[in-house]
């Protein structure tokens, strides 16, 4: 089997349920769009956990949280679990990430041969969430509302800054690797923060939403007591109080983020153009960490099994899979085997200890028939919550709260808790049975509170004299670039041109 090249493009908090086959009609997103009609569209694809760190180390590794140990933004992604980069390197492959993947720990690579840039976010164990102290909210890195509040247009922010450079070092390195010095199939991941909040944009992606129909969310904020116990709990974590949330805030919110799914739009469309003009060929795979709420029933940013922070865009575009649109649950754990099974890479010595299956087979006409699995252990909670997806019903479950159960197909915005109508008894016993047979959620607490206390400890102790940070530090070999004295000249001008002789 010959090994593709592979191009995977990940995106920050990118709702799914703008996705519904490839992006909706009214985005501005040509380049996804021209993706999206070339690829398997897979609509209901989900998140392991709705949160950046445990989201990340689950696609990455093909495991949920309760497995990865990396239960939220603070917890560390050990060096021993395999991800795809480690398989795909293993058989082969030059592995690069050019972005984010949010590892906490001292390593920063996790398979990856090369890294492009640092990471947009810290390394170390210090947004680690107590459980010891329920209700306790951590000011300097809690979301507040003040990304919404704070909405509107600017020519540079830090996000931008870092998603510009990111764009850059990628093209950057699919030129080279057009060159052909390295004749190894490649796999380069290229990982954005957009459009993750604050809400800022520039103003001529702004621009294009400014007589957008959408910029008010379909359902009108729950009164706080009428929310369920977890969305309260997202609420106070949000620090609700203390902000007033107006219509036009709402407003611009949304045509903010709406504005940086074009600016990432942009984005793609550099690298397909680089990868068209380099004459290189390679599977691509669109994906999103997790969701955002984006106002819907008055809630923001991520942290709920709710559809707007769970479902995630998932698109394909692969000889061996047939373009078109998917309906069946599928999820972010799915990819590292379909990815191995792409590359055709023997995953069996571990795949007893992996979540995930191939989804290769639904883009050949194949039906799956099994659940897929969602965990939250980190801010705004305090006890694990675990959710299955099941055909049309998602049911969710948390020690602390009453069980949740919906039918998406008559309830997409999952107003109704079905759990406790005599109706439907029959169906929530039996995805109740699949959820404890999964989960134990006494020890799943238990391991987070030890990871948690550890944390604590660990952390203060490091902050406490001299500090090494383990950020990832990129590193440019400036002797090694462009003309040094110990290059031959004409075999340099030579080896750095693509394509040579035209």
């Given at each position: 089997?010959?090994?593709?090249?592979?191009?995977?493009?990940?995106?920050?908090?990118?709702?799914?349920?703008?996705?519904?086959?490839?992006?909706?009609?009214?985005?501005?997103?040509?380049?996804?769009?021209?993706?999206?009609?070339?690829?398997?569209?897979?609509?209901?694809?989900?998140?392991?956990?709705?949160?950046?760190?445990?989201?990340?180390?689950?696609?990455?590794?093909?495991?949920?949280?309760?497995?990865?140990?990396?239960?939220?933004?603070?917890?560390?992604?050990?060096?021993?679990?395999?991800?795809?980069?480690?398989?795909?390197?293993?058989?082969?492959?030059?592995?690069?990430?050019?972005?984010?993947?949010?590892?906490?720990?001292?390593?920063?690579?996790?398979?990856?041969?090369?890294?492009?840039?640092?990471?947009?976010?810290?390394?170390?164990?210090?947004?680690?969430?107590?459980?010891?102290?329920?209700?306790?909210?951590?000011?300097?890195?809690?979301?507040?509302?003040?990304?919404?509040?704070?909405?509107?247009?600017?020519?540079?922010?830090?996000?931008?800054?870092?998603?510009?450079?990111?764009?850059?070092?990628?093209?950057?390195?699919?030129?080279?690797?057009?060159?052909?010095?390295?004749?190894?199939?490649?796999?380069?991941?290229?990982?954005?923060?957009?459009?993750?909040?604050?809400?800022?944009?520039?103003?001529?992606?702004?621009?294009?939403?400014?007589?957008?129909?959408?910029?008010?969310?379909?359902?009108?904020?729950?009164?706080?007591?009428?929310?369920?116990?977890?969305?309260?709990?997202?609420?106070?974590?949000?620090?609700?109080?203390?902000?007033?949330?107006?219509?036009?805030?709402?407003?611009?919110?949304?045509?903010?983020?709406?504005?940086?799914?074009?600016?990432?739009?942009?984005?793609?469309?550099?690298?397909?153009?680089?990868?068209?003009?380099?004459?290189?060929?390679?599977?691509?795979?669109?994906?999103?960490?997790?969701?955002?709420?984006?106002?819907?029933?008055?809630?923001?940013?991520?942290?709920?099994?709710?559809?707007?922070?769970?479902?995630?865009?998932?698109?394909?575009?692969?000889?061996?899979?047939?373009?078109?649109?998917?309906?069946?649950?599928?999820?972010?754990?799915?990819?590292?085997?379909?990815?191995?099974?792409?590359?055709?890479?023997?995953?069996?010595?571990?795949?007893?200890?992996?979540?995930?299956?191939?989804?290769?087979?639904?883009?050949?006409?194949?039906?799956?028939?099994?659940?897929?699995?969602?965990?939250?252990?980190?801010?705004?909670?305090?006890?694990?919550?675990?959710?299955?997806?099941?055909?049309?019903?998602?049911?969710?479950?948390?020690?602390?709260?009453?069980?949740?159960?919906f039918d998406l197909e008559a309830d997409p915005h999952e107003l109704i808790n079905l759990a406790a109508v005599p109706a439907h008894k029959g169906t929530a016993d039996q995805l109740r049975a699949k959820s404890e047979a999964r989960w134990d959620l006494d020890a799943y607490d238990a391991a987070v509170r030890h990871s948690q206390a550890g944390r604590w400890v660990v952390y203060e102790a490091l902050r406490n004299g001299n500090y090494y940070p383990w950020d990832y530090q990129p590193l440019q070999k400036a002797s090694e670039r462009y003309m040094r004295n110990?290059?031959?000249?004409?075999?340099?001008?030579?080896?750095?041109?693509?394509?040579?002789?035209?």
């Open positions: 089997m010959t090994q593709p090249n592979i191009l995977i493009i990940m995106v920050d908090q990118l709702n799914g349920t703008f996705f519904p086959d490839g992006p909706a009609d009214w985005l501005h997103a040509p380049h996804l769009k021209k993706l999206a009609a070339r690829s398997t569209r897979f609509a209901n694809a989900y998140t392991a956990s709705p949160l950046c760190a445990p989201a990340r180390a689950s696609f990455m590794s093909g495991q949920l949280p309760s497995r990865t140990g990396v239960y939220d933004n603070a917890a560390e992604f050990t060096s021993s679990i395999p991800t795809y980069a480690h398989h795909l390197r293993r058989a082969g492959y030059q592995t690069c990430l050019s972005g984010k993947m949010h590892f906490v720990g001292p390593d920063q690579m996790h398979g990856f041969e090369e890294r492009l840039t640092t990471d947009i976010y810290p390394a170390d164990f210090g947004w680690t969430p107590d459980y010891r102290k329920p209700g306790e909210r951590i000011e300097w890195w809690y979301h507040n509302m003040g990304s919404v509040t704070g909405a509107g247009v600017a020519e540079i922010t830090n996000q931008m800054e870092y998603d510009d450079e990111v764009a850059h070092h990628a093209k950057m390195k699919m030129y080279d690797l057009s060159r052909g010095a390295d004749t190894r199939p490649w796999c380069l991941t290229v990982s954005f923060t957009h459009p993750h909040d604050p809400y800022v944009a520039r103003k001529k992606h702004w621009d294009l939403y400014n007589d957008c129909e959408h910029l008010m969310p379909e359902i009108a904020p729950i009164p706080y007591e009428d929310q369920d116990a977890h969305s309260k709990r997202i609420l106070d974590a949000n620090d609700r109080d203390n902000f007033t949330i107006t219509d036009e805030n709402v407003k611009r919110a949304r045509q903010a983020y709406f504005a940086n799914i074009s600016y990432l739009d942009d984005k793609v469309g550099e690298l397909m153009q680089t990868l068209e003009d380099t004459r290189q060929e390679a599977v691509i795979l669109f994906v999103s960490d997790h969701g955002d709420m984006l106002g819907e029933r008055g809630l923001w940013f991520k942290m709920s099994f709710l559809e707007g922070a769970s479902r995630v865009p998932l698109m394909i575009c692969a000889p061996e899979m047939e373009a078109g649109l998917n309906t069946t649950p599928v999820s972010s754990i799915d990819i590292l085997p379909t990815l191995c099974d792409l590359a055709g890479v023997d995953m069996s010595e571990v795949m007893p200890w992996t979540d995930g299956q191939s989804i290769v087979p639904l883009g050949q006409g194949g039906e799956r028939f099994e659940p897929v699995a969602m965990e939250y252990a980190a801010e705004a909670s305090y006890a694990p919550l675990v959710s299955l997806r099941y055909g049309k019903w998602k049911f969710n479950r948390c020690a602390l709260d009453p069980d949740q159960l110990h290059m031959d000249l004409n075999i340099l001008e030579e080896s750095k041109r693509f394509p040579r002789g035209e």
